[in-house]
């Protein structure tokens, strides 16, 4: 299976690679040193430039360490403070890390370009989502370093840890994670008669029956999601199971999934019952929720910031653990949606400095994971940041709540699964599978069999 899988992603970054073809011009580089980032994100670092690089090296100037990371607002800005923190605590360490924002596109194609070029061209290290690190380590085996022995795992998260490990070894440094919570509009809630202690710990059957009191008697539909991906409803549902789209030896793992037909079950339950609001698209999902037309929303810590856009809902919104599903006893009340993790590239001229820059400042220092909550809302996977001032804070727009404790609370308990590297793939399939659920093409069986089916023809299996 593996070897058909890696014909069938090579096969689609080459492709990917001539669609995107005019990516390049748009990516934006923020380092301290941009002509010489340009040339990495580019692509055209020459033999020339790894010989200065060495020289420099070995006359004991400045090594320069680079970054490849999107999103300006997050993973860049976390990074950039990753560096500067490096810097005053290691002032003698010489490095300089320069910090690319490419979009997450940009990321993926050039990645795979240089990868399968060769190597020309690569930063020293790289951010990959957890949903795809199965597929470039099987795709580039011998592309990313070791990092089994350089940091001690088992003070970070466990099914982060999980993601990117393989055959006994980790591949990474995880990064932020997508601890799933229900958001939920207390007023709205009470007015149907609950309270905030109504909302914890329960079941989807009791969180539907409460919707429907919250719909009749405030005309509000109780939860959003997208109408042509409800995708983070049915991997929160599923990961709370310990299942995922793919077994643990990572074989497709849908049509006989009894969490996927249970979240199927439970979803078209709620749009029978009148509580799901269906946006046409994530602007739309957050717009229903800041207009009032929603109540609640099952998502991460990063959607927050969506709903803090509406400032005169301030004190009205509280958090909870997301509700299990009653009809499996696997299920629980926590779960995770996405998340990411840094690899160093095994290659680099510059690898140990790279990963010294890692240890430095991702692994003990805690100060710096309080910095990245509060900055930039980074829910980290190191434990015992958990333990510090951020997570007892109150936040005022969620009614005084320890919203961050909560998140601490959760984490610990997900259940690892193997995410298998291909989640976008098995998304598109299961959001067919629900279309054709909702239009009474199919029934749930039905829907999943053709879902495990379009996801095998995709991957060439």
Known sequence: MKRKLTAAITTAALALTLLSGCGNAESTSQTTDEPAAQEQASGETSDGDTADSAAQTESGEAKTVTVWAWDDNFNVAVMKEAARVYGETNPDANINVDVVSLSKEDVYVKLQTALAGGGSGLPDIVLLEDYVSGKYLNTFPGSFADLTDKFDYSQFLSFKVDAVSQEGKTYALPFDTGATALYYRLDLIEQAGYS????????????????????????????????????????????????????????????????????????????????????????????????GTVASVVNAPWFISSIRQAEDQKGLWRAARIPRISTLDSSINASNVGGSSWYVLENSEVKDDAIAFLQGVWEGNTDFYDTIMRNQGAMGSYIPAYDTGVYAEEDEFFGGQKLNGLFAEVLPDVIPVNYGGYVAEANDAITTALANLFEGKTDINGALEQAESQLSNQLGL
């Open 196 to 291: 905030e202690e109504d909302m914890q710990n329960l079941t989807w059957d009791e969180f539907i029956e409460i919707g429907k009191d919250v719909t009749e008697k405030t005309g509000v539909q109780m939860i959003v999601e997208i109408a042509n991906n409800k995708t983070t409803l049915v991997r929160a549902m599923m990961q709370s199971c310990g299942l995922w789209y793919f077994d643990k030896d990572g074989n497709i793992n849908i049509k006989n999934n009894e969490a996927l037909a249970a979240s199927f079950d439970i979803i078209v339950k709620m749009k029978e019952a009148g509580i799901l609001y269906e946006a046409e698209s994530t602007e739309g999902r957050a717009g229903a929720l800041n207009n």
